[in-house]
């Protein structure tokens, strides 16, 4: 039997005895499921599309061929069914999936126990058409594998000996244990294009193998295809005006830069799926840091490289030279410690074309930017103390001649979480200074163990020039029940390597509890420091896994010290976005305020409050739930409520404490769909989540003790993708 696939959603196909056997699409239960021609291939999207259909007739058991013509998109670490009819417990049946680095691994079962075998001499390339033929030849006792062409294994078996087929649903794309039908898995989904799959009740011969292969389009190059924003469109929690990856996997963005006229930012990616897994480095870039285009991924892992088991997060600069450079946490768990630095460049074509465009008013076409890196060939930093196994997110800068870089880790010696300091002339060689920063761990036990993503950024002050620095880090391996991204302010010296801390306890930057997290930064051609982080989804990984995609960026932040104190605020390239003005208000009593802002409700929305008054909030109705964030002038607490009162921000005391000194309650307040940061007169921020169960636009309402509203503005925000941006 043959199933072609392409302009027909259901295939009958029909075997070589007469019996009819069909294939079936899985249900349609996924949010933004689409199912996608290209010519006559079907792309299956690596999460939600697959084929099924009902146990194998008999007469397949003897000598059998199975046939494949797929193109992948990308692999993952457990690996993707192209085609499998198993009940492992049993030990019965067959399949065939697609694991990482393109290795084709094929299982039989003959009854008891299975048996596995993989594609020795080849791989499967990605991106282009790949060919493979698995067939069983029960009288010689044994199964052929090829992949394009070519004999790439043989596993011998007991001669006479007949497959067992299971009593179990067949499938095309995916990967099922029949033992454990019924419990869906978030993994086993095949990610490209399929165009043939071919099922012979016969043993196909050597020679006619290679003859199909011959008269498939093998290797034939179909190029990367980019995931698909418009599928979201109608997403009522995805977030329109954040940045966020263009579908499936998104982790905190990292490695910020601006080169010849666009801000550059990277972040952890998975294109495959929804699900934490096979990360590599996505890449958007903008001309403002609020309109972003994608690009293709800058790095991916590779089998024979320093990062065989994973891109993970880090920096970027731009060199001596002016080359833009990458480094990153390279994984290989093939080696003790399993992480280390590596390095990346763009290369010199890139680079050419980059220039070209400075003078552009838009960005190019998507693979125009900066669209090429190219690896160094062996990692520049190996651990060599610290906790080891725990070393990562390397974070570095150029400060007059000098390279200097942050490696988060852990302090064997106190048991907290701290950063290595290294120097370098070349970004090659590097000598370690210790730990970055001292301080008391038994006083800080809400740091952790380990430090990820430690960021140094100098904070200036009203005059312009650099007050202080602040050493940002996001806590890892903690005994309090979230992740959170804390600050240090200090005095660095570089000709000294040494930073000197200004307090005790570190700052808590966002008091959302957990949700801003995974900071990264970088200082703007203006000089000023930008700091950017992850939005955590804040949801069930399942409701994640059935919308499509998972967690997105916050709002990029400025950071300054002013008054002795930090400032956070939104950049002011946001203002940008600002639609129709829908309410703009002065010295109004609260009831009235109130009373006119309930006549409007939307996704995407902005307001800013100003009042003397002893507490001021905003709460967000979203369906059945809500959340209201308070500032309370007498506690000098920003707080964060549930429906029923509940606390349910972060806060530790006197050190989160906002003292204002006299001035007005200041609140900007942000609602992005499932998104909501409010910020409080510049000096701390809350970043939440609200996911609607019910309903299909948010509102907002006032609370507080305020006898007068001095000021009240409502504006709609316009998105900055799709159609409408």
């Not at 417990?89 to 299975?114: C, K, N, T, W, Y």
Request: aromatic letters at 12%.
């Amino acid at each position: 039997m043959e199933v072609f696939f392409g302009a027909q959603e259901q295939c009958a196909v029909c075997t070589g005895g007469g019996t009819d056997f069909w294939f079936e699409k899985n249900p349609e239960r996924f949010a933004n499921q689409r199912w996608q021609i290209y010519g006559d291939a079907l792309l299956f999207d690596g999460y939600s599309n697959w084929f099924f259909g009902p146990a194998l007739p008999l007469e397949v058991q003897s000598a059998f061929t199975v046939s494949i013509l797929f193109a992948p998109q990308g692999f993952s670490h457990e690996g993707d069914g192209l085609f499998s009819a198993c009940k492992k417990d049993a030990g019965e049946g067959f399949s065939i999936r697609l694991e990482r680095h393109g290795r084709i691994v094929v299982e039989l079962g003959f009854g008891g126990s299975m048996i596995r075998f993989d594609s020795l001499r080849a791989r499967a390339l990605p991106y282009r058409w790949n060919a493979v033929t698995a067939v069983f030849r029960k009288e010689e006792g044994w199964c052929d594998l090829y992949l394009n062409g070519v004999l790439v294994n043989r596993k011998q078996f007991r001669r006479h000996q007949p497959l067992r087929w299971p009593d179990a649903s067949v499938y095309l794309g995916k990967y099922v244990d029949g033992s454990a039908y019924g419990q869906e898995t978030e993994a086993g989904i095949f990610y490209g294009l399929m165009k043939r799959f071919c099922l012979e009740g016969e043993a196909l011969s050597d020679r006619d193998v290679k003859a199909l292969h011959a008269s498939w389009p093998i290797e034939k190059q179909i190029g990367r295809i980019p995931l698909d924003r418009s599928v979201y469109e109608t997403d009522l929690q995805r977030p329109q005006y954040h940045l966020i990856a263009p579908g499936k996997w998104m982790n905190e963005p990292h490695a910020p830069f601006w080169y010849q006229g666009y801000y550059h930012i990277f972040y952890q990616a998975n294109p495959h799926a929804p699900v934490w897994d096979n990360i590599q480095w996505g890449h958007l870039a903008s001309t403002d840091m609020v309109h972003w285009e994608d690009l293709p991924p800058a790095l991916e892992p590779q089998e024979q490289g320093p990062d065989s088991d994973g891109c993970w997060s880090g920096s970027a600069l731009i060199d001596k030279e002016g080359c833009p450079r990458i480094f990153y946490s390279a994984g290989n768990d093939g080696e003790f410690p399993n992480q280390a630095v590596a390095m990346a460049r763009a290369t010199a074509s890139a680079m050419a074309r980059a220039t070209a465009k400075a003078t552009a008013t838009a960005l190019p076409g998507k693979g125009k930017l900066l669209s090429e890196w190219e690896k160094y060939p062996s990692c520049v930093v190996r651990q060599q103390e610290g906790w080891l196994g725990e070393f990562r997110d390397p974070f570095v800068w150029l400060e007059g001649d000098t390279y200097y870089m942050l490696v988060g880790s852990g302090d064997a010696d106190n048991g907290g979480g701290n950063a290595f300091l290294f120097t370098s002339p070349d970004l090659l060689r590097w000598q370690s200074h210790g730990f970055f920063v001292d301080y008391d761990f038994s006083i800080n036990p809400e740091v952790g163990h380990v430090w990820e993503l430690p960021v140094l950024l100098p904070l200036r002050g009203e005059s312009g020039e650099i007050a202080c620095h602040i050493l940002t880090f996001c806590a890892c391996q903690i005994e309090s029940d979230v992740v959170e991204t804390y600050g240090f302010l200090g005095k660095w010296d570089p000709k000294r390597c040494r930073f000197e801390r200004l307090q005790e306890k570190p700052i808590l930057l966002d008091l959302g509890k957990g949700t801003f997290t995974g900071g990264c930064g970088f200082v703007t051609p203006d000089n000023r420091s930008v700091f950017f982080t992850i939005a955590q989804g804040k949801r069930r990984g399942e409701d994640a896994y059935r919308a499509g995609w998972a967690h997105n960026g916050g709002l990029p932040v400025e950071l300054s010290y002013v008054g002795e104190k930090l400032r956070i605020r939104p950049v002011r390239e946001l203002d940008c976005l600002r639609g129709k003005k829908l309410l703009d208000l002065e010295n109004v009593s609260l009831s009235q305020a109130d009373l006119l802002l309930s006549e409007y409700s939307g996704n995407r929305l902005y307001l800013h409050l100003e009042t003397a008054g002893e507490s001021a909030g905003i709460c967000a109705i979203y369906g059945d739930g809500e959340k209201t964030v308070v500032y309370d002038r007498k506690t000098a607490r920003l707080d964060v409520l549930d429906k029923s009162g509940n606390r349910i921000g972060r806060y530790r005391g006197d050190i989160d404490r906002v003292e204002l000194d006299g001035e007005d309650v200041i609140l900007d307040y942000y609602l992005d769909f499932s998104m909501i940061e409010t910020y409080l007169n510049g000096q701390k921020s809350v970043t939440l989540r609200n996911y609607m169960e019910t309903g299909t636009e948010r509102s907002l309402r006032l609370t507080g003790k305020m006898q007068t509203v001095k000021r009240l503005e409502l504006w709609e925000m316009r998105p900055v993708y799709g159609k409408e941006a």
